[in-house]
């Protein structure tokens, strides 16, 4: 990984919300609880995408100094490129009870690359529509080499660009954890459904984490919104079998033995990966070593 600093632009605010029509509805390309992503465009014609956070109490600045710490340490190829940001803090005049008051104004804005692909999550509604199995298997090794702990992986935080090449997003409440430490938090943030359940249950932050994040998102990535939701009723052995077959019936005679083995092992990896005892779940790194396995025996039979 290597800094970032000497690639980062501080712009204005007024900058900003000149390439955004004042941040217009008809800029917006995505929302969430942090906040608000606009599309604006530079003065070489380069797009970016322009997160302006949310002004809330406490969560403003602990989102925005950590996503920003961790952009500025990390650049990675499956990361979003921090193209620069703004932190803004002034006087606005307004009219309060018939008389103009100045209020103190803060504004946070981080500035991304536009990626063209869109978020993984509009792509891979089944097996048989969507993304064909090259790009899944692609953008399956491609998570799993992200450096950072996410805390918040899931599909809509993936971006895909123009060849369908993903780079991870939202890194607002990604840590730079000790590999071996466990931490306790207050309160819980994240997404239903990518969260462990030793966090859920006892707030528990590990670096096992992401690797239930991921393990679910796998799964959707090979199965589908679908297949993820037959899962739950399926003994693994059973799951496995259900989405190869799945598979099988969507290439027909074009699916080799290595493809075929491709669909099994991320399948049982993803599986391993939602474990509810965490102890059980692998590693990234474990998981990162088997997927390089199986290219290296795609290599050597080549």
């Known amino acids: 990984m290597e800094s970032t600093s000497d690639m980062t632009r501080e ?58 710490n961790n952009l500025m340490r990390a650049q990675h190829q499956n990361i979003t490129r921090l193209v620069g940001y703004c932190y803004h803090q002034g006087h606005e005049r307004m009219k309060y009870n018939g008389e103009y008051i100045f209020a103190h104004v803060e504004e946070r804005v981080l500035c991304f690359e536009y990626l063209q692909g869109g978020s993984l999550d509009k792509y891979i509604s089944d097996e048989s529509r969507g993304l064909d199995w090259c790009t ?21 935080n993936i971006l895909l660009d123009k060849d369908m090449t993903l780079k991870i997003g939202d890194f607002g409440l990604s840590r730079l954890f000790p590999s071996a430490n466990t931490f306790t938090t207050i309160k819980i943030i994240g997404t239903p459904g990518y969260m462990p359940p030793e966090y859920i249950e006892k707030h528990e932050i590990t670096p096992k984490f992401d690797v239930f994040s991921l393990g679910v998102i796998i799964i959707r990535v090979v199965a589908g919104d679908e297949g993820y939701s037959k899962s739950a009723n399926m003994s693994s052995q059973k799951f496995v079998r259900h989405v190869h077959e799945n598979w099988c019936k969507r290439l027909h005679e074009t699916m080799s033995s290595h493809t075929s083995q491709e669909v099994m092992t991320c399948i049982e990896i993803a599986l391993r990966c939602v474990e509810a005892d965490r102890v059980r779940r692998p590693t990234i790194s474990d998981i990162v070593i088997e997927l390089n396995q199986i290219h290296t025996v795609k290599s050597l039979r080549q």
């Open 11 to 68: 712009f204005t605010l007024g900058f900003l919300q000149d390439i955004t029509n004042n941040f217009s509805k008809e800029h917006i390309i995505g929302s969430g609880w942090y906040g608000v992503v606009y599309k604006g465009v530079l003065e070489n014609g380069e797009e970016i995408a322009i997160k302006k956070l949310h002004n809330m109490v406490g969560l403003d600045d602990t989102q925005f100094r950590n996503e920003f």
């Open 136 to 156: 899944r298997y692609k953008n399956i090794k491609g998570v799993c080499e992200d450096p950072i702990y996410h805390m918040d992986l899931k599909p809509a």
